[in-house]
T-cell receptor
Framework: GQQLNQSPQSMFIQEGEDVSMNCTSS?????WLWYKQDPGEGPVLLIA???AGELTSNGRLTAQFGITRKDSFLNISASIPSDVGIYFC????????????WGAGTKLIIKP | GAGVSQSPRYKVAKRGQDVALRCDPI?????LFWYQQALGQGPEFLTY????????KSGLPSDRFFAERPEGSVSTLKIQRTQQEDSAVYLC?????????????FGPGTRLTVL
């Protein structure tokens, strides 16, 4: 089936550091989404991207839709303890207006 | 208003038992999705409803899995003769209309453990 390659799998960072994660695919997507999932909860949408090349910010979060439509990255600036969690990218294929393909997640851990 | 709710939050079943998982979407949301999330993985699409119509069930892993949404609101995912490989978190999401710009809002999930 379709796959998204998300990296890194996990990140250990100090509070205040910037974070970067990305997703790539061999398929073209018309939408890229970034979600955060806390333990015992469902994913919550952080940023949605709908156009190739689009760069969108949400507070300390910035995400970009790659111009090839096959990749996206998410940056978090000046990380804080509540940023801990698992971040997922999800893409919507060109021939679907609802089905999402998900990455395996990036686990963010902040070192005390 | 209230978000998506799911019940039970946790379910332990013996292999071979049938289970039923419930999803209450956000009121007025037309579209409803079920996902399966294995440990350490992202969610995988199971099925999609628009109102009471099941428009896509291509992700259901076997004919032991059955989903319904008879009145276009609450949905139930039923798994018959559960197997150990069915152990996962089952997530439900709803959206206003299901278009690609519509946000999918997720419930907290039901963690199913099959012994």
């Amino acid at each position: 089936g379709q796959q998204l390659n998300q990296s890194p799998q996990s990140m250990f960072i100090q509070e205040g550091e910037d974070v970067s994660m990305n997703c790539t695919s061999s398929s073209i997507f018309n939408t890229w989404l970034w979600y955060k999932q806390d333990p015992g909860e469902g994913p919550v949408l952080l940023i949605a991207l709908y156009k190739a090349g689009e760069l969108t910010s949400n507070g300390r979060l910035t995400a970009q839709f790659g111009i090839t439509r096959k990749d996206s990255f998410l940056n978090i600036s000046a990380s804080i303890p509540s940023d801990v969690g698992i971040y997922f990218c999800a893409g919507q294929l060109m021939d679907s207006n609802y089905q999402l393909i998900w990455g395996a997640g990036t686990k963010l851990i902040i070192k005390p | 208003g209230a978000g998506v709710s799911q019940s039970p939050r946790y379910k332990v079943a013996k292999r071979g038992q049938d289970v039923a998982l419930r999803c209450d979407p956000i009121s007025g949301h037309v579209s409803l999705f079920w996902y399966q999330q294995a440990l350490g993985q992202g969610p995988e699409f199971l099925t999609y409803f628009q109102n009471e119509a099941q428009l896509d069930k291509s992700g259901l892993p076997s004919d032991r899995f059955f989903a319904e949404r008879p009145e276009g609101s609450v949905s139930t995912l039923k798994i018959q003769r559960t197997q150990q490989e069915d152990s996962a978190v089952y997530l439900c999401a709803s959206s206003r209309s299901g278009g690609n710009t519509d946000t999918q809002y997720f419930g907290p999930g039901t963690r199913l453990t099959v012994l």
